[in-house]
Structures are given as structure tokens and as C-alpha cells.
């Protein structure tokens, strides 16, 4: 009998090891690791908005409505997220579905350790990496001073990027916070 519970246990194992190269392989193709500014400029009295820019970070995965399966096997993994339908009546054929988490608890304590037990193995973990330290810098309130704003704005200029949008960031930091120099 034991050696049938070790077969069973290395099976196990084998099929683990096979979810979890699924896992970091489907988010490397088809993951995103953002982090975005808001403008808020009438809730600068309020805590988190000092500045009048609301800095936030986001894992999403995206996939049409033929594979939204996939999606659901992602979030039944991780245990947490919401899958949100982006309806498309243009010339495409299929709606969009992205499982996104946005909760910082359940970046923090879920999709972060993840990641980097098990890193991405293609240009995105540079992106995953930065994603990483601006977390970080959010969680100690850094983003809460405009030395922090313009860390957080230079490091989010190097990712998901096909083009360099540091000046779109900039314009939008230099127009909602007061008048302080970036």
C-alpha cells in the first residue's frame, strides 16, 4: 500500500508542478502586471488622496468569450478576483472577459508571493519586478508626496509600454497637484 500512496503522491505532485508551469505560462502570454493614476482632484481632504491623484495597481488577464474557461480556472486557482465582461459591438465576433484583482490585500498576500515563487519567464517579469515596487511604495505611502508621485510615474513609464507615455503621466501629475514642480 505504500508504495501505491507514493505513486499517488508523485502524481500529485506532477500534476501540480503541470498547474503551476500553466499558470505562470497563461499569465506570461496573456497577464497584465499596471499600475495607473486617477485624477481626484476635489478629494485632496480625503486620506489616500492628499495630492489629488489616486495611484493604484491591478493584475488582469484577458481572453474572448471562447476561452473564458480559462479565466475561470485562473481565478479558481488564485482564489480571488472578479471576472468582468467587456461587450464589444464593433467588427469583432466574440466579447472580452478579464479577471482582474485590484484588492490589495489579495496582491499582497496572493498574486505577489506567487509571482515570485514562481516567476514569469518572459519580458513581463521586468514588468512584474516594477509592478512589485510600486506596490510597495503604495503600501508605505509614498504616493502620498509628489517625490513619490514622480518615483512611482518614472518606474510605470517602463512598463506594458509599446510607446513612452512618461509625458502623458507627467502632464497629468504637473496639472493635479497644486502646482508642484515634477
Known amino acids: ?13 506532477q500534476e501540480r508542478l503541470i498547474r503551476l508551469g500553466w499558470v505562470v505560462g497563461f499569465v506570461d502570454g496573456e497577464g497584465c502586471f499596471s499600475v495607473g493614476f486617477i485624477k481626484q482632484p476635489d478629494r485632496s481632504n480625503r486620506k489616500g488622496y492628499k495630492l489629488g491623484i489616486q495611484v493604484w495597481c491591478e493584475f488582469a488577464v484577458t481572453q474572448g468569450e471562447k476561452s473564458l474557461d480559462s479565466l475561470e480556472k485562473l481565478q479558481d486557482f488564485f482564489k480571488v478576483g472578479k471576472i468582468y465582461i467587456n461587450r464589444r459591438y ?5 466579447h472580452l472577459y478579464r479577471l482582474v484583482v485590484r484588492k490589495r490585500e489579495d496582491l499582497r498576500k496572493i498574486i ?9 519567464q518572459t519580458a513581463k517579469r521586468n514588468d512584474f519586478k516594477i509592478f512589485v515596487k510600486c506596490f ?3 503600501e508605505n505611502k509614498e504616493h502620498l508626496t509628489v517625490e513619490g508621485l514622480k518615483t512611482i510615474n518614472r518606474l510605470v513609464s517602463q512598463m506594458n ?11 497629468i501629475l504637473n496639472d493635479h497637484t497644486r502646482g508642484a514642480d515634477l
Open 1 to 13: 500500500m505504500n508504495n501505491s500512496d507514493n505513486a499517488t503522491s508523485a502524481e500529485n505532485q
Open 90 to 94: 464593433d467588427n469583432h465576433k466574440e
Open 112 to 120: 505577489i508571493p506567487f509571482f515570485q515563487q514562481y516567476p514569469l
Open 136 to 138: 510597495s511604495m503604495i
Open 161 to 171: 509600454r509599446k510607446k513612452n507615455r512618461t509625458f502623458d503621466l507627467m502632464r
